[in-house]
């Protein structure tokens, strides 16, 4: 086998399992196709030692840092197939090269589809978000606003409300008795109203308009969009995908092992919720698993 292990995906998740694996002097290829999750984020928060760091820039830093070691190989690509190859795995990459490993680690990553609201696309990772944990100090004790898309996003408004004054924008959506004595012991308001488009200069929310014509005031807009798996070669290896609250999610066992041996996946591509660090505390216990493996057999 050319490599010890082939990790698909270069971002917080696949870099965190290449660092454990080549500080255990294993050779590691790292596959990325540069496309990260959070590249619309102009700050990342929560991560230990990096609050409020641009996310390129410390995956920039990790990426430099994991260079210096020479069992490490860079491929800038797209992986465009996978499977299964005798005690291993084969990847395939977008030019027809192709990568052969004992082990593998999938972290593409995923990718979020939102609602077709003018002003909604141009302003995510920015005004318009999805974790209050991660973009909420921010906004403290401003007009916030979370839009509606499943009923879970009733839970995330009366979240969101820890932060400031809330509005849960249903879009034409109904809610249950239930749902609305929910929101109302948060304190949380219901907005009916279709909404036409969000409004403000550049990246900035200064307001949500109505298809009647108003418009509120509003700083951030939070949404829980429908994600899909950034590339298919998991269900090509044949591994287990449940439906999770947002999307599909790749099954994994404690040691981030998926269905098939030999095979793990670590990131927002194995677990809900999402943030920075549980993807690095995810690639770190894929690594050093996959490691033992190696060592121990399995």
Known sequence: MQHDAVIVGGA????????????????????????????????????????GSDPSSILARARAQLAAY???????????????????????????????ARKAILAFGLRDALDPIPGLKERWGRTVLHCPYCHGFEFSDRPLG???RTPMSVHQACLVAEWGPTTLFLNGAAIDSES???????VVTVEPR???RLVGDGGALSGIEFEDGRVRALAA??????????????????????????GPIIRTDADRMTSVPGLYAAGDIAR?????????????TAGTSLHRALVFGG
């Open 194 to 196: 279709k909404v036409a």
């Open 180 to 186: 609305a004595g929910r929101l109302a012991r948060h």
């Open 146 to 148: 979370v839009l509606y």
């Open 221 to 246: 807009l939070y949404v829980a969009p429908q994600s899909c798996l950034a590339s298919p070669i998991a269900g090509q290896l044949g591994a287990a995908i449940d439906e999770g609250p947002a």
């Open 70 to 100: 020479p069992s490490v190989t860079f491929v800038e690509g797209e992986a465009s197939g996978a499977s299964v190859r005798g005690d291993g795995f084969a990847v395939a990459l977008a030019g027809g090269e192709e990568i052969a």
């Open 12 to 51: 917080f998740a696949g870099l965190a399992a290449a660092t454990y694996l080549a500080r255990a002097r294993r050779r590691v290829c790292v596959v990325d196709a540069g496309q990260p999750r959070n590249r619309f984020a102009e700050a990342s928060h929560g991560f230990l030692g990096s609050d």
């Open 272 to 284: 809900a919720p999402h943030s920075v660090s549980w993807a690095v505390a995810d690639g770190v």
